[in-house]
């Protein structure tokens, strides 16, 4: 028996693929990454916009269409969310919901295909936002107990992986055995061993005094990805965001102080029904304000089923997009200036396939060829050298003597 687990969507989704492909090897199913050349093809769905949708459902289709076809088993948010749908599609043979899928992957150790590893140790969200339909398929925060997670993440390093990624679908919720997130990265940090700890999405309200110090760990990576979403009060309560602008700013320069030279990311969704010149104007203006390095810049898209699909998509597509791409220039232009201050400096990477390098900061490099062997998943220290422009161009793999002679 071969299987193949194709995935659609966010870092969520690719941590369960992960701990689907350890189940079906666990039940001596040989895995393939070819589907042609799979018995069963298991395709790991996402709802997150309507593109999501699309996406999913022409590689269900195109999948289907194969010969010879594959038993095809559809699973997923997507999945959840019109499963009766995917079921009359001529070729799908099984489609789960999400307790099926959590059913089958509970307690599994990830079978991670990358040079990091994927962690999954929160699911689903309670805070209601207006535009989001994940959390709906999602359901209420729930948490992998701490002792499972402290097991996993040890199985992990046992398995030679020295970067592991915490992820869930609302990581600040982490809550378990009297534990939250900054307790259980304190657990993890008492491992000892040469790792370090990256974090997946964290929202603005996690970080309390307790987060804040447990972060200046040394192995938790220099790098947070912070949703935003408007840096309009008003579009932000219209969202459901539980949080003004001001709280914002705060954050991220507590995060800065505790933890200099973070490369900080924020999401940014625009044209959100009531989001006129004059707000996006604000947003921008805000985010000149606040140091975000970089931004995750998507057009709003509605949902059904959404708080905020009532009342419907009312800004132009073509003025969303302008936007976007107003925002994403921006980012451009962040993203250089936050890299020229590493010339010539040295940072901790994981190596990765392709002679390429990905630092605790989130800068991927080229490595410059050295003649030396080194196993991707390991971590190394890099010298960084990065044009005048900003463009970062190349990393010098260095000893540890080296690093100590600088």
Known sequence: MTAAV????????QAESDCLRARLQQQGVKLVTNPREADAVYVNTCTVTGNADRNSLAL?????RLQPKPRIVVLGCYAERVGAQLTSI????????????????AGVVPMALRSRALLKVQDGCDNGCSYCVVAQVRGKPVSLPAAMVREQFLE???QGFQEVVLTGLNLGKYQSEGYKLAGLLAMLLKIPGRFRIRLASVEPDCFDEEFLEVIQDSRVCAHFHIPLQSGDDRI????????????????IERLEAVKPGANIGADVIVGFPGEDEASFVRTEDFLRTV????????????RPGTRAAIWGDVVDRSIKQERVQRLRDFSEKNRMVYYRQFDETVREA????????????YMRVAIVPTGKNY?????????????ADGRLISGQLLDTAEKEAQ
């Open 156 to 158: 992990l390093l046992k």
């Open 6 to 13: 194709i995935t659609v969507g966010c870092r969520l989704n």
């Open 291 to 302: 140091p975000v390095k970089y931004l995750h810049v998507f057009p709003y898209a509605l």
């Open 375 to 387: 196993r991707c998943g390991q971590l190394a220290q890099i010298k960084l050298r990065v044009e």
């Open 60 to 64: 269900i289709r195109r999948l289907s």
């Open 236 to 251: 932000l309560a219209a969202m459901g965001r539980r949080y003004t602008g001001a709280y914002y700013r705060q954050v």
């Open 90 to 105: 001529p070729g799908v043979d099984e489609v789960w919901n999400n307790q099926r899928k959590q059913k089958e992957i």
């Open 350 to 361: 994981v190596l990765e396939p392709g002679g390429k390098a990905l630092t605790d900061n």
